[in-house]
C-alpha cells in the first residue's frame, strides 16, 4: 500500500466549476501538506502549504487538512482552462524529505 | 535569477552506459535534491544534499551517485544504465536553516531519460 493515496483522474470539468482535489495518507507523523500544481512536461511548482490540520485560502485555492481523518483537500473555484495540470500531493513529517502521491490529472474545458 | 536548470533535456542511453545529469541553482540554497517521477508514481526522491560536500541517500538510491563540489551544482550519475532508470528526473533546491521544518523546494525543468 502507498504511503500517499491520490485518484489519477483525469478530472474534467467545465469552465467556472469547482475542482475538488485529496489525498490520503497512512503515516501519522506527517504534519507539513502541500500541493504542487505540474503543467505538462514542466517541473512541480508549489500553490499552497499547510501546517497541521485546518484550512487555508488563497485567492481561487483553499487547502483543507484533517489529520483525525488522514485526508487533505484542494478545492479550486471558478476553474479556468490554464487550471488544466497534473497536481500532486506532498507531505513530511519534518524537514525536507517529502512523500509525494501520484498526481491527478485536471482538464478544464471551456 | 535562472532558478534551478538541468542538462540535458532529452537523453536516449542503451543499456549499460554511464552518463551525468546536470543540476545547477543560482539561489543560494543549501538544500538540494534529485527525484524521479514515472507516470502514475508521483516523485520519488534519489539523493538529497544539505550542503556542499554532504549528501545522503532517498527513497530509490540504487543505480544512481551524487557528489555535491559547490553550493550550487548537485550533478547525479547513472553508472550503468538499465531499462528501468527510464524516467524523467528533476532537481530541486530549498534554503532551510535549521533543517527541522519544510520550506518551499523549487524545481527545474526535468531531464527525459530513456534507456534502451
Known amino acids: 500500500q502507498k504511503e500517499v493515496e491520490q485518484d489519477p483522474g483525469p478530472l474534467s470539468v467545465p469552465e467556472g466549476a469547482i475542482v475538488s482535489l485529496n489525498c490520503t495518507y497512512s503515516?501519522?507523523?506527517?504534519?507539513?501538506f502541500m500541493w504542487y500544481r505540474q503543467y505538462s512536461r514542466k517541473g512541480p511548482e508549489l500553490l499552497m502549504y499547510t501546517y497541521s490540520s485546518g484550512n487555508k485560502e488563497d485567492g481561487r485555492f483553499t487547502a483543507q487538512v484533517d489529520k483525525s481523518s488522514k485526508y487533505i483537500s484542494l478545492f479550486i473555484r471558478d476553474s479556468q482552462p490554464s487550471d488544466s495540470a497534473t497536481y500532486l500531493c506532498?507531505?513530511?513529517?519534518?524537514?525536507?524529505?517529502?512523500?509525494f502521491g501520484g498526481g491527478t490529472r485536471v482538464l478544464v474545458k471551456p | 535569477n535562472a532558478g534551478v536548470t538541468q542538462t540535458p533535456k532529452f537523453r536516449i542511453l542503451k543499456i549499460g552506459q554511464s552518463m551525468t545529469l546536470q543540476c545547477a541553482q543560482d539561489m543560494n540554497h543549501n538544500y538540494m535534491y534529485w527525484y524521479r517521477q514515472d507516470p502514475g508514481m508521483g516523485l520519488k526522491l534519489i539523493y538529497y544534499s544539505v550542503g556542499a560536500g554532504i549528501t545522503d541517500k532517498g527513497e530509490v538510491p540504487n543505480g544512481y551517485n551524487v557528489s555535491r563540489s559547490t553550493t550550487e551544482d548537485f550533478p547525479l550519475r547513472l553508472e550503468l544504465a538499465a531499462p528501468s532508470q527510464t524516467s524523467v528526473y528533476f532537481c530541486a533546491s530549498s534554503y532551510s536553516p535549521s533543517g527541522g521544518s519544510y520550506n518551499e523546494q523549487f524545481f527545474g525543468p526535468g531531464t527525459r531519460l530513456t534507456v534502451l
Open positions: 506532498a507531505m513530511t513529517a519534518a524537514g525536507n524529505k517529502l512523500t
Open positions: 503515516n501519522s507523523a506527517f504534519q507539513y
